[in-house]
């Protein structure tokens, strides 16, 4: 039962995040990108050139073609993108919508600083979105598909296709300032990106010295779903046996962590350190 409270709740935060980040990525769009007449990377990029070339608001052309990749991609991959994904498209393609409706002119008069500012909130909405397991659809599932069949990887196929979208937009202007500030963004978010999931990766090594270890471990283990280790030890001082409960989680788990020793053991001994790498269940995996 717990571990289903666990569960739901380990979710919902999943999707607050997941419709934060889209939040913040629409308004990087509409707020700075779009007025800016800058264009950006993947889908919205594509969607931003076709709403300067007719006026078609980006929104309806995000869920368009994002319909579109997804209708293919059914055929082509089946039902692998998850629901996270359609519901990242159909909120994306909803607040990208709303706020150009509000939104007509930049929040920032100055271009360049439109191209960095878009670019930190894009990337870090992105961040967020991708570190919750979530996913906007667009380009992502292009290059899904062109792998099946390709021997590329999926990371060199994206950077291909966004440089060949944000390089289209010379087109619109017939200039090369154009194409430099959307390659400005575009190098800015995936900088944000990488910091925001990196980030979320951190792992924390807590070793706790108790007088209640029993307590502590059914703590951890039933109530915050968290493994730990019990090591058998001597006392250098008292020369007693005691235990040592030494556990690995998430740095963003740390906090909850350490209330729930301070509730158990208020003169519990506690070290924490940074780890650089966890692998197995529950956190990285090992790539070959």
């Known amino acids: 039962m717990a571990t289903q ?8 935060r999943s999707y607050l995040i997941i ?14 990108i779009i007025p800016s007449g800058i264009v950006g990377s993947g889908v919205s990029g594509i969607a931003t050139m076709i709403y300067f070339v ?13 319909t579109v990749f997804l209708l293919i991609s059914l055929r082509v991959l089946g039902f692998s993108f998850g629901i996270k994904t359609l519901y990242g498209i159909t909120v994306i393609s909803f607040f990208l919508w709303l706020f150009q409706s509000i939104i007509t002119e930049p929040l920032v008069s100055d271009r360049f600083m439109c191209a960095i500012i878009g670019g930190i909130m894009a990337g870090a909405g992105a961040g967020m979105i991708l570190s919750r397991g979530g996913s906007t659809g667009g380009t992502d ?21 966004d440089v060949i979208i944000i390089s289209s937009s010379y087109f619109l202007e017939n200039s090369i300032e154009q194409v430099v500030y959307g390659f400005v963004t575009m190098g800015v978010s995936a900088y944000c990106v990488d910091m925001i999931i990196e980030g979320s990766k951190q ?3 807590i070793i706790i010295f108790t007088q209640k270890p029993e307590l502590i471990r059914k703590e ?21 046996d005691v235990k040592i409960l030494m556990l690995l989680a998430k740095k963003r788990d740390s906090q909850t962590i350490l209330n729930m020793i ?12 940074s780890v650089m790498g966890v692998y197995g269940q529950g956190f990285d995996k090992i790539k070959s």
């Open 5 to 12: 409270k666990i569960s739901l709740s380990e979710n919902i």
């Open 19 to 32: 419709t934060i980040g889209l939040l913040i990525g629409s308004l990087a769009w509409t707020g700075f």
């Open 54 to 66: 007719t006026g078609i608001k980006v929104g309806y052309s995000v869920f368009l073609i994002n």
């Open 141 to 161: 599932i292009l290059a899904m598909m062109i792998n099946k069949y390709k021997n590329y990887s999926p990371g060199q196929l994206l950077l291909t296709i």
């Open 203 to 205: 792992s924390v090594q």
């Open 220 to 240: 951890a283990i039933y109530n915050l779903d968290q493994g730990l280790t019990v090591i058998n030890a001597t006392g250098g001082y008292s020369n007693e």
């Open 262 to 273: 301070k509730h158990v053991d208020p003169d519990a001994f506690i070290s924490m350190g």
